[in-house]
């Protein structure tokens, strides 16, 4: 499914999508919040108490024919 406005994050020269920000007060379980948002990766700035689930954009690849 295509979702448009959908917020984007560069990190370690790859494209995420953020999933989900949520306070790390609301988090019990780690795991079981990654499962339910279908997040590859889960970032926890130092600066704030969120957690950021994350979804991986895959690269691409194609051949061109002539």
Known sequence: MLQLNQQLMRF??????????ISGDRI???????????ADY???PKTT????????IQDLEYETTT
């Open 28 to 38: 019990n379980d780690l795991e079981l919040a990654k499962q339910y948002f279908e």
């Open 49 to 56: 108490n969120d957690y950021i689930f994350l979804e991986t």
């Open 42 to 44: 889960i970032l926890r």
């Open 12 to 21: 370690n020269d790859k494209l995420y999508i953020v999933k989900k920000t």
